[in-house]
């Protein structure tokens, strides 16, 4: 079982960033996937960015270019920075590893762009 914590989301101005990170409670080895989701309210959750354990990734048409996808498997945390954020970006953001057999959710992140 693998616990995930996300923490970095915020209160930001159109156009500022934040830099999100997910902890991982064990050791993340093996052939996976750790993607950064969101959902805003009365919406359904949507993939943001996603990276795999060969360090491929992909985005989003909506935030590409604007967002990185990116890990430390010394501190088995991943991270997701945000440039130039749009009020659109606001929603709950959270980070799942997915094993295929297996996956795991953090609890979330919540982040507001607004003036």
């Known amino acids: 079982q693998v616990q995930l914590v996300e923490s970095g989301g915020g209160l930001v101005q159109p156009g500022g960033s934040l830099r999100l990170s997910c902890v991982a409670s064990a050791r993340i080895v093996g052939i996976y996937t750790m993607g950064w989701y969101r959902q805003a309210p009365g919406k359904q959750r949507e993939l943001v960015a996603a990276?795999?354990?060969?360090?491929?990734?992909n985005y989003a048409a909506s935030v590409k270019g604007r967002f990185t996808i990116s890990r430390d498997n010394a501190k088995n945390t991943g991270y997701l920075q945000m440039n130039n954020l749009k009020p659109d970006d606001t929603a709950d953001y959270y980070c799942?590893?997915?094993?295929?057999?297996?996956?795991?959710w953090g609890q979330g992140t919540q982040v507001t762009v607004s003036s």
């Open positions: 990276i795999t354990s060969g360090g491929s990734t």
């Open positions: 799942n590893y997915d094993f295929g057999k297996a996956g795991y």
